[in-house]
């Protein structure tokens, strides 16, 4: 399944978790990682990159149109995965509309 995809299935309140530039879309996907941390390995470091680098990169990365997906098991073993999605997402899906569109 492609990232793309979710745009169709339009959960609700989708149309207010839509932007129109880089800097909302990652202060959103930071918010979910703070609150759902990724666990610590046992000898106290961290298992992951540093928030700071992921912000950095979904920044990038959505500047250039792309997706952006941030994964990670919590401190329980759940696992936990967020995503912006870049749309319309051209050449990929482009008969899938943005949820404002």
Do not use: N
């Amino acid at each position: 399944m492609m990232t793309g995809h979710y745009l169709l299935r339009r959960p609700e309140g989708l149309d207010q978790r839509t932007w129109t530039t880089a800097p909302p879309a990652v202060d959103w996907l930071t918010s979910v990682y703070k609150h759902f941390p990724p666990l610590r390995r046992s000898d106290g470091k961290q298992a992951y990159a540093s928030l700071e680098w992921y912000q950095e990169c979904a920044h990038r990365t959505l500047l250039h149109g792309s997706d952006v997906v941030w994964s990670h098991y919590l401190e329980d073993l759940r696992f936990a995965s967020s995503a912006v999605i870049c749309c319309p997402s051209l050449p990929f899906h482009p008969d899938i509309k943005c949820p404002l569109s």
